[in-house]
DNA sequence: TTGTACGCGTTATCAT
DNA sequence: ATGATAACGCGTACAA
């Protein structure tokens, strides 16, 4: 009658070959290794013995140990943003699937941050970096990021980045001059010919696709109203409260650079006395899940997000260092931009 | 003129030893350990070396020589999901402020999978296991999820549920009872007396706690019309239709157990010609994002959900084994439940 | 204060 | 096929 290790304990491999009764070499060949090179009944026992004590491998010593880890690390501005967490769910998927480990940090949209977080996160020593929604154009700390990420390949590892493109990387970006331009011309191709755009400050280089892409579809019209406010809901809100004061004219649709603007301005015109669809159109990019529960459901551009954050993780995978994917996007006319009878 | 370490070559605190020329156990002391017991001198040539290497400790080394991580393994039924993605926003920024590092694995709302995550993630060996969102009631997998957390206990590593009580684990609830019957009240003193309940299975004991905690509220009114569904949008947009077909009979206000139904739900009453907050009352329950921009804006129950996670890592850093936070929770009347005139 | 040497749990090399 | 044993990178007694 043996008692096995003292209660309390996490067994070891030590405990799982001891009750085996073969060596700690055996034990590791059956449970992870080249288990082929191992007898059929130790094989089994050892099995067993794992099974009866309840071990599992010390993911940090096999780490040291085979000098890699199975560790994956995701950076995202900011999780509960529906963009950032579809990617997420993504990349936690794909990495299930290829049996590796998500680690998640938040950037909360500030650069610095971002950096700091791409050095400590040196010390996980991962297989795999994604980060997703950086804001490095234009940044003072653009240089220094690239260089850490650089350490990580020269160290054996991947750097991917979801829709931040022209760097060294990896790259997984979706169409976002392309999208734009198709709704533009879908927009055209049902009656409307004067446009606004609520876009955010040109150093976001999302926004900034958008906006020229959008423009690029556009012809044979006038020059759209440009209001520059904030990526988000509030900006949104705020670039149509600003648009109803200054006046709407002859405005007769709103692109807003994404969803969430969309949203946060159709509420402001509703606030105004204004109803979205009928007295303005309104237009958002992204398709979040939203999109077709507000009302008028919203005219937008399908992402596929968490796609975004599979091919992130196919990318890494296939050890292409420096490949791109891009994701196609598809224009959703909805509610909220009516056919519009020519004058 | 040294040469350094090979390039290509991750450094390790060996070389910054060599380069600050110390041993690697001063190196080690100057940098994590007790700095107090290291001359001046050399406690600044060794930080000079580390930053002129740009050296990273190697955490899953750090780990096994300490005999402990610093690592929380957060697990979510859905990352895409906003409930889930606000929790984990909570988790990672409490985790920042405590120096952890998390990593997150997506339950996919399987017990079965649930089960074998927290199994594997013992290879972690984490500090620290949040659950979120589990629905461990009832299920075939409970018991040997209860085991199974109860090893990271006697591992050293504490347990925090969020939103699942009567575990011997530390918990952090929502008064769902509380909150439904608050908002029971509220539709009561507004002039509502007909009501039915888009609620999902039982075993879901969120669910059940919503819908109970609702009855406990309303008195002297007819029984509520219950309805059971998904517990997702799908789930209330399939209620609503059956409610639809079956004869809206005298229902004047329907309140589904989380708004993702209620949104459902409305998008439903609204493609069977009904107009939600006009022909029929709809409340929610957490207080979503989107419940202020859908129309009509969404009576809700309001939920601090990032603060929930918050208080799961305050409660796991606490050590206070199987401690309780309850979140208070508030009702937010809306537009889509509009004060009724008496009959 | 500093260095030597051992241990952490695992994998991998080398004999056997 | 199996068992010693040397790594892996770091922390930390212990000795100096």
Redesign the pocket.
Known sequence: MDDGPVAG?????????REA??????????????A????A???TRVRAAAAKLN????????A????STMTVALVVRDVADPYFSSIAAGVTQAAREAGLIVTMAVADSSPERELEIVKTLR?QRPRIVIIAGSRIDGTPTRESLIEELQEYRTAGGQVVLVSQRDLPFGTVTIDNHGGSAALARALLSIGYRRFAVFHAPPSLRTSRDRHEGFLSGLTGVPEPLAIETGFTRAGGYDAARRLVERGLEDVEVVFAVNDVMAIGAMTAFRDAGLTPGTDIGVAGFDDIGSAVDVVPSLTSVAVPLREAGVSAMRLALSADAEATTRLPVSVVLRESTPPRPPA
């Open positions: 304990d996490t067994p070891t491999l030590h405990d799982v070959a009764g073969v060596s700690i070499a055996t034990a590791s060949r059956a449970l992870n290794g080249s082929r090179n191992v007898r009944e130790n094989l071990y599992e491998p010390h993911l940090s010593a096999q040291i140990a085979k000098g010390g």
